[in-house]
C-alpha cells in the first residue's frame, strides 16, 4: 500500500515538472516571437528613413551633420539587427529614434518642408510605423515580464536553472531628457 503513494508522489511531481517545464517554454516562444513581430516593423522604419533623409536634404541643406547622424544611426540599427543580441539592437533602435526626432525638429523650422506632399505622406507613414513599434513593444514587455517572473520564482527556478533559462531584456526607451520632469513656469 505504501509503494502507491510514493508511485503517486513521484508521479505528481513529474506532471509538476512537465507543466512548469512547458509553460516556461512557450513564454520563451512567445516572447521571441514577440521580438519578430518588433523586427518586421523595425525594417519597416529603417527603410523608410532614406527616403525621408532625400525629402529633408533638399529644404534643408545646411542640417548635414544631423542628416549624417540619422544616416549612421540607421546603419547601425541596420547593422545590429542582424545580431541576436536584444540589448544592443534596442540601444541602435534608441539612438535612431533620437536622431528621428532631430530631423522633426528640423521640419518644424521650414514651413514649405512641412507642406511638400512627399515629406508630408513619408512623415504619415513614420508616425504609423512608430505607433505599431509602440504597441509591439508593449506586448513583447508584457511577455518577457511573465516569463521573468516564471523563471525567478520558487519553486520554479529549480527548473528553470536546468533548462538554462536565462533572464530577458525590456525593451525601454532610453533618450535624453525622456524619464525627467519637465519644469513648468508661470
Known sequence: ??????????VIAILWIIIIYNKIVKLDILSKNAWSDIDV??????NLIPNLVEAVK???AHEKET???VIKARQMAVNVSSSDDIEKRIKAENKLTQSLR???AIAESYPE???NQQFAKIMEELKEIESEIEGARRYYNAVV???NTKIKVFPNMFIASIIKAK???????EMEGYRETPEVKF
Open 102 to 104: 532631430n530631423i522633426m
Open 67 to 69: 542628416l549624417e547622424r
Open 145 to 147: 515580464r511573465d516569463y
Open 113 to 115: 518642408l512641412k507642406a
Open 41 to 46: 516593423i523595425l525594417k519597416k522604419r529603417h
Open 58 to 60: 533638399g529644404y534643408a
Open 1 to 10: 500500500m505504501w509503494w502507491l503513494i510514493v508511485i503517486g508522489i513521484v
Open 167 to 173: 533572464e530577458k531584456p525590456f525593451y525601454e526607451i
